[in-house]
């Protein structure tokens, strides 16, 4: 699947071959242009009207029109909105998304929105808009399909018509992995960190991959980084935990991959330890007995963390 800005040309116009695709990807839906009354007639698309319609749509600076293709085909085109015009509205929309109805049911309409998805996360957005026509019952199993939740009911400012305002939360996808360190006598070694969003809290030495990095290879690299520690072996996986949270603004679902490994009790060392801790947030850290860990007076992460190592200890299937 490939997303592409809708090319002009020099005068601003679609050229006519695209503009016949267009043409042809409108006129396939007929039921939806019946419901939406975008065209004077759902059983007479003109190309004229397609151009109009679309030429309007970019007269905002704020709207883009990127046309889907699979395998060289034109197979949907989706009109997105950076702003909205009600400045208590902080998120941007989709405006209008058009899938080949002869290509129903393979998947290019999801492909379609989770790359839109993407773009705007690539921007720093962190949730998006769109309304359904409270006509368009299919349009709405659709969307709430693909996570949007139905926030409002209003009419729309084009046509007045009745519509469901539907919005996502978006997120960032983070692989990440951590190392429980335990001691001779099994205490496990935590940071405490602290951020805006998050609060204070305690976790594992650890964080996210790096691009072509095994989760194996991310658990040292991230022990080493930031314990200065290159002497232990990374033993089996104890979990992987998978959760939400909020990271320089952005929403994050992360997966840990969490590794077992055994060394001496000691603290962090090297000269680059205290800049390490300081951009990422780290107050502090020691080792907590298992007594400890069972009831922290502050939140550890994972919270199963006491029980997981309980387990790992009696040899237990984790």
């Given at each position: 699947m490939i997303l592409e800005s809708l090319p002009l040309t020099a005068d601003h116009d679609i050229p006519a071959p695209l503009l016949t695709e267009l043409t042809a990807l409108y006129a396939s839906n007929r039921e939806f242009q019946a419901l939406s009354g975008d065209f004077p007639d759902p059983d007479d698309i003109r190309p004229e009207q397609v151009a109009r319609a679309l030429a309007e749509e970019l007269a905002n600076p704020d709207v883009e029109v990127l046309l889907a293709r699979a395998e060289g085909r034109l197979v949907g085109v989706v009109i997105t909105l950076a702003r909205h015009p009600d400045p208590a509205d902080p998120d941007p929309w989709i405006g209008l998304l058009v899938v080949d109805a002869g290509r129903h049911g393979e998947g290019h309409g999801r492909r379609i929105v989770?790359?839109?998805?993407?773009?705007?996360?690539?921007?720093?957005?962190?949730?998006?808009?769109?309304?359904?026509?409270?006509?368009n019952p299919k349009g709405l199993a659709f969307w709430?399909?693909?996570?949007?939740?139905?926030?409002?009911?209003?009419?729309?400012?084009?046509?007045?018509?009745a519509c469901a305002v539907l919005r996502k939360q978006l997120r960032r996808?983070?692989?990440?992995?951590?190392?429980?360190?335990?001691?001779?006598d099994g205490a496990v070694f935590l940071f405490r960190y602290s951020n805006a969003e998050d609060g204070v809290h305690w976790a594992l030495p650890g964080g996210g991959l790096e691009a072509e990095e095994t989760p194996a290879q991310g658990a040292l690299r991230e022990l080493r980084e930031e314990t200065g520690w290159e002497d232990l072996v990374l033993g089996p996986l104890l979990c992987t935990w998978e959760h939400d949270f909020v990271r320089m603004r952005t929403h994050v679902h992360q997966r840990d991959h969490i590794y077992v490994a055994r060394g001496p009790r000691r603290e962090p060392v090297g000269p680059h330890i205290a800049a390490v801790h300081a951009?990422?947030?780290?107050?502090?850290?020691?080792?907590?007995?298992?007594?400890?860990?069972h009831t922290p007076a502050e939140p550890v992460w994972p919270p199963q963390l006491a029980q997981l190592l309980d387990r790992f200890e009696s040899g237990d299937e984790v």
């Open positions: 989770e790359g839109v998805e993407d773009r705007f996360r690539g921007d720093g957005r962190t949730a998006v808009r769109l309304a359904v026509l409270d006509a709430t399909a693909l996570g949007y939740e139905v926030i409002d009911h209003r009419s729309d400012r084009q046509l007045g018509r996808e983070r692989p990440a992995a951590r190392v429980a360190v335990l001691d001779p951009s990422d947030g780290i107050l502090g850290a020691r080792w907590w007995s298992r007594e400890e860990l």
